[in-house]
T-cell receptor, first 112, second 109 residues
Framework: EADIYQTPRYLVIGTGKKITLECSQTMGHDKMYWYQQDPGMELHLIHYSYGVNSTEKGDLSSESTVSRIRTEHFPLTLESARPSHTSQYLC???????????FGPGTRLLVL | GIQVEQSPPDLILQEGANSTLRCNFSDSVNNLQWFHQNPWGQLINLFY???GTKQNGRLSATTVATERYSLLYISSSQTTDSGVYFC???????????FGSGTKLNVKP
């Protein structure tokens, strides 16, 4: 099993609040990803990173931002949460040259 | 992006039955993976299989890259196999994964 962690696992928050979803991996992987998934639906890539100080937007438009200051840490921030942000957010990582993606347990976000 | 289509969208099996899940994709890819998402939302990688055939216990997968499809076989299904099976592909030099909409499997005892 891969060692990739996400906190919090569940979050209920009011509209307009700033939130940060944490993702950490202990495998030294260079690549990290954030996906958004509505219940029972496909995953959509919202951000990815190839390494420290590298971040890119995915195909799904997102009002979130990410940072990659340390290899093991890839937090996602919503400056002002809205009900449309209600979803599950999944973090993943993989090693350059080895293509298997490992996923964290996810954060279920509910914005009231 | 790449279009990824999975079929069937839903599947109900009796425990012990076999099944085949299909993934079609619209462009050449250098990476294809199958994942299982359990009822608690955790995604587990089953196979990295851009081409050829692999087997792992009761599961096996085959990808025919030239015809742009992959198949996941589940034999002697168990209730713990329930969940959603996703296919994900990555195109050459794009470094992004595209997921299908999944096959939701329910194995009944």
């Amino acid at each position: 099993e891969a060692d990739i962690y996400q906190t919090p696992r569940y979050l209920v928050i009011g509209t307009g609040k700033k939130i940060t979803l944490e993702c950490s991996q202990t495998m030294g992987h260079d690549k990290m990803y954030w996906y958004q998934q509505d219940p029972g639906m496909e995953l959509h890539l919202i951000h990815y990173s190839y390494g420290v100080n590298s971040t890119e937007k995915g195909d799904l438009s997102s009002e979130s931002t990410v940072s990659r200051i340390r290899t093991e840490h890839f937090p996602l921030t919503l400056e002002s949460a809205r009900p449309s942000h209600t979803s599950q957010y999944l973090c993943a990582s993989s090693e350059l040259g080895q293509e298997t993606q490992y996923f964290g347990p996810g954060t279920r976000l509910l914005v009231l | 992006g790449i279009q990824v289509e999975q079929s069937p969208p839903d599947l109900i099996l009796q425990e012990g039955a076999n099944s085949t899940l299909r993934c079609n994709f619209s462009d050449s890819v250098n990476n294809l993976q199958w994942f299982h998402q359990n009822p608690w939302g955790q995604l587990i990688n089953l196979f990295y299989i851009p081409s050829g055939t692999k087997q792992n216990g009761r599961l096996s997968a085959t990808t025919v890259a030239t015809e742009r499809y992959s198949l996941l076989y589940i034999s002697s299904s168990q209730t713990t196999d329930s969940g959603v099976y996703f296919c994900a592909v990555e195109r050459y030099n794009f470094n992004k994964f595209y997921f299908g909409s999944g096959t939701k499997l329910n194995v009944k005892p």
